[in-house]
């Protein structure tokens, strides 16, 4: 199984500064034949269910703000909203679908204001 | 616009029984892979299980494996979780969730979820 852990658990960032998270996968998701990463990111907002912001660890889904963006390739990979919005106060996971047989996501991580 | 809505949750004792259903709307169901998707209270998200578009091949995660049966009725655009055997540590919000057309298993549609919840 591919286990995805994130860090940090938590964080706290003033409005208008930079969020950072980060996710490592257990063994390498990216698929040698397309050169992609199969990696996702999600935010999840309490009593909703979680929203779709990054596939492919970089492409961006359609409406999402281009604050949001994703990086990384083989077992690194970051999250990073560039300038906080009250609106962003949410947990994020990252998630992997490149084991078809078992997808797994990370542990969460809490993003509030400072 | 695709809808996702989950129905079936509710109390139930250990060892019971509980079948969830999604009704999908707003795409073409039955040319989609269906997945459900689960989290406890308080807790993160965990993948149950998946099944292709025309329901002839699922698979499930080791925690569900023979207790839960993923099935869909492409003709009422309807996704199914039959889960057996409930256990206390099964209670949690139960969603479905729709990758894109392509079938790759990130999701881009997800309902608002169904809460079960195992206790006596």
């Known amino acids: 199984d591919i286990v995805m852990t994130q860090s940090p658990d938590s964080l706290a960032v003033s409005l208008g500064e930079r969020a950072t998270i980060n996710c490592k996968s257990s063994?390498?998701?990216?698929?040698?034949?397309?050169?992609?990463?199969?990696l996702a990111w999600y935010q999840q907002k309490p009593g909703q269910p979680p929203k779709l912001l990054i596939y492919?660890?970089?492409t961006r889904e359609s409406g999402v703000p281009d604050r949001f963006s994703g990086s990384g390739s083989g077992t690194d990979f970051t999250l990073t909203i560039s300038s906080l919005q009250a609106e962003d106060v949410a947990v994020y996971y990252c998630?992997?679908?490149?084991?078809?047989?078992?997808?797994?996501f990370g542990p969460g991580t809490k993003v509030d204001i400072k | 616009e695709v809808q996702l809505v989950e129905s079936g949750g509710g109390l139930v004792q250990p060892g019971g029984s509980l079948r969830l259903s999604c009704a999908a709307s707003?795409?073409?169901?039955?040319?989609?892979?269906m997945h459900w998707v689960r989290q406890a209270p308080g807790k993160g998200l965990v993948w149950v299980s998946r099944?292709?578009?025309?329901?002839?091949?699922?698979s499930y995660a080791d925690s569900v494996k023979g207790r839960f049966t993923i099935s869909r009725d492409n003709a009422k655009n309807t996704l199914y979780l039959q889960m057996n055997s409930l256990r206390a540590e099964d209670t949690a919000v139960y969603y479905c969730?729709?990758?894109?057309?392509?079938?790759?298993?990130?999701?881009?549609?997800w309902g608002q979820g169904t809460l079960v919840t195992v206790s006596s």
């Open positions: 969730a729709r990758p894109p057309a392509s079938g790759y298993g990130y999701f881009d549609y």
């Open positions: 707003g795409f073409t169901f039955s040319s989609y892979w």
């Open positions: 099944i292709n578009s025309d329901g002839s091949s699922t």
């Open positions: 063994q390498s998701v990216l698929y040698s034949s397309n050169n992609k990463n199969y």
């Open positions: 492919w660890a970089s």
């Open positions: 998630q992997q679908y490149y084991s078809t047989l078992l997808f797994t």
